[in-house]
């Protein structure tokens, strides 16, 4: 009995406190906080339980990637093909040059994450609706570009560089995108801290 007392003596001393945090956290953080929070839940289970079953948007962002890879490279080599990937079973796309692949473009390496996050900022964020729009309309191709560059380079260190191509593409590549994600969403909240440091 004096176990069960200590343990709800516990339990309510801490959901006393967590209490007491949350309310010390200022509003902006909180709504911010919440926000992340639940657009996180719900893009995991719609795509976990929807969308990734059936490879949407994946197989078309990945074979939409790849293309532009293909494109991108075929300034610098000749011969550069791609073969795209049209069913659930074959979560990839092949960059070939000379009918020799050289890269595989995997649906992890769409973008398709860095797109999501970008845009949940957006929301998470306090701005109005019409600078939303623009910075996704701005925002979202230049990802776009950015991952193609970075698949383009990946595969250009298959052909000369092979050495380096696990660090370029789990981290020094990683983090270029992410830095300038990073940038775009500074550039979004300048107006905000204008505007409340005026006020």
Same mark, same amino acid.
């Given at each position: 009995?004096?176990?069960?007392?200590?343990?709800?003596?516990?339990?309510?001393?801490?959901?006393?406190?967590?209490? !007491?945090? /949350?309310?010390?956290?200022?509003?902006?953080? +909180?709504?911010?906080?919440?926000?992340?929070?639940?657009?996180?839940?719900?893009?995991?289970?719609?795509?976990?339980?929807?969308?990734?079953?059936?490879?949407?948007?994946?197989?078309?962002? !990945?074979?939409?990637?790849? /293309? $532009?890879?293909?494109?991108?490279? $075929?300034?610098?080599?000749?011969?550069?093909?791609?073969?795209?990937?049209?069913?659930?079973?074959?979560?990839?796309?092949?960059?070939?040059?000379?009918? +020799? @692949?050289?890269? @595989?473009?995997?649906?992890?390496?769409?973008?398709?994450?860095?797109?999501?996050?970008?845009?949940?900022?957006?929301?998470?964020?306090? @701005?109005?609706?019409?600078?939303?729009?623009?910075?996704?309309?701005?925002?979202?191709?230049?990802?776009?570009?950015?991952?193609?560059? +970075?698949?383009?380079?990946?595969?250009?260190?298959?052909?000369?560089?092979?050495?380096?191509?696990?660090? $370029?593409?789990?981290?020094?590549?990683?983090?270029?995108?992410?830095?300038?994600?990073?940038?775009?969403?500074?550039? /979004?909240?300048?107006?905000?801290?204008?505007?409340?440091?005026? @006020?």
């Amino acid at each position: 009995m004096q176990s069960y007392e200590r343990v709800n003596s516990f339990l309510c001393y801490s959901l006393a406190d967590i209490k !007491t945090l /949350y309310n010390k956290v200022p509003p902006l953080v +909180r709504s911010f906080l919440l926000k992340a929070a639940l657009i996180f839940i719900v893009w995991q289970l719609l795509y976990n339980f929807v969308l990734d079953p059936i490879r949407v948007p994946d197989r078309q962002l !990945t074979n939409a990637t790849a /293309y $532009s890879t293909a494109k991108f490279m $075929s300034a610098f080599y000749d011969n550069v093909g791609a073969v795209y990937t049209h069913n659930n079973a074959t979560a990839s796309a092949i960059i070939t040059i000379n009918g +020799r @692949g050289v890269l @595989g473009i995997l649906d992890p390496c769409n973008g398709l994450d860095i797109y999501v996050l970008f845009i949940s900022f957006l929301f998470c964020f306090p @701005g109005t609706a019409k600078r939303r729009g623009l910075f996704i309309l701005m925002g979202l191709p230049y990802i776009y570009i950015i991952n193609t560059i +970075r698949c383009a380079l990946i595969g250009w260190l298959n052909i000369a560089h092979r050495g380096w191509v696990d660090i $370029s593409h789990h981290y020094i590549f990683t983090a270029a995108v992410y830095l300038l994600v990073f940038y775009l969403w500074m550039e /979004y909240t300048k107006t905000k801290r204008a505007t409340v440091h005026a @006020g």
